[in-house]
């Protein structure tokens, strides 16, 4: 009798201590993932992040230049084709 409840203690236990198991390792791998999935989100954002300060250095030097009058005029001259009084536009094609 005693060998019988000793057994069917150890094979409870192993049972018991299976189930826990698998319950850390299962929360273990769905941690892993999330790290996983938020390190790549991360490194998108970080990428992001890079583009818009690139952005946002080309935007300062072009709000820098718009406010020298000459560069206005000139961008003006060149792109919209304006001219200066007795000034000939000739537009060579791209």
């Known amino acids: 009798m ?15 201590f299976l ?8 929360s273990i791998i769905e941690t892993s993932i999330q790290i996983y999935e938020k390190q790549k989100e991360k490194k998108d ?7 818009l300060k690139e952005k946002e250095e080309e935007l300062n030097n072009t709000v820098t230049k718009l406010q020298n009058p000459d560069y206005v005029a000139r961008y003006a001259r060149e792109k919209y084709l304006y001219s200066k009084d007795g000034e000939i536009i000739i537009r060579i094609p791209d």
């Not at 019988?4 to 049972?15: C, E, F, G, M, Q």
């Not at 189930?19 to 299962?26: D, M, P, R």
């Not at 954002?45 to 583009?51: K, S, V």
């Open 45 to 51: 954002f970080a990428l992001m992040l890079e583009e």
């Open 2 to 16: 005693k060998h019988k409840n000793v057994k069917r203690k150890i094979v409870l236990l192993t049972l018991v």
């Open 19 to 26: 189930i826990v198991g698998s319950i850390l390792l299962k």
